[in-house]
């Protein structure tokens, strides 16, 4: 990579991390384009210039987030024993649906979705529905089931349930009950479906 290269990718990360700060806490709404410019050093027409909306660096906010976190849950679906790929993405899932940032964002969005629904639309497009895929795939290859889509829902969301009461204040699981709730669901989804 030559060194103008290196400059545009570094004001890139620059911009995204200062969107993130600025939409967490400001919001979508509020969040302006002129104090993201602001807090990455650089001007508002090169943020312009790296992302033409607003809507777009959000998404590109969303994504870098998502690179974060779904980069440690993915790789256990290449696993050749299902039980160790299903526990150890459970745990990583789980874990990445309760970090700081994931609950900062979903907030946001539950927030602001009655204001600018197209977030939740870029939400989903840059993180859940390529993990949902992803499941649904691993899903088909590993278990005889007509509707890979519906377990993949149902597992996820047993997977998902310690999140809701964290997003209405109650503490965090620490890292022995996330263990234990990756290895419950697990065990009640391998209960319910025969491998191959």
């Not at 526990?87 to 899932?93: D, L």
């Not at 149902?154 to 109650?170: E, I």
Request: proline share 4%; glycine share 4%; hydrophobic share 40%.
């Amino acid at each position: 990579m030559s060194k103008v290269q290196q400059n545009k990718e570094k004001k890139k990360q620059a911009i995204l991390e200062a969107a993130q700060r600025v939409f967490i806490s400001e919001g979508f709404v509020q969040a302006s384009m002129d104090e993201i410019a602001k807090r990455s050093s650089v001007t508002k027409q090169t943020v312009y210039r790296y992302f033409p909306s607003k809507a777009e660096l959000f998404e590109a906010t969303l994504r870098k987030m998502g690179e974060v976190t779904h980069g440690g849950f993915s790789p256990y679906l290449e696993l050749a024993n299902t039980e160790e790929a299903l526990t150890g993405f459970a745990k990583e899932f789980i874990e990445a649906h309760l970090c700081d940032e994931h609950l900062a964002t979903l907030k946001l969005l539950i927030n602001e979705s009655s204001q600018a629904p197209e977030l939740t639309s870029r939400f989903y497009s840059v993180g859940p529905d390529n993990t949902h895929n992803q499941l649904s795939r691993f899903f088909e290859e590993r278990f005889n089931s007509d509707n890979p889509e519906s377990l993949v829902s149902l597992w996820t969301a047993m997977l998902l349930s310690q999140r809701t009461g964290v997003l209405l204040g109650k503490e965090k699981p620490n890292t022995q009950q996330i263990e234990q709730h990756a290895w419950d669901a697990t065990q009640f989804l391998l209960a319910a479906i025969p491998l191959r």
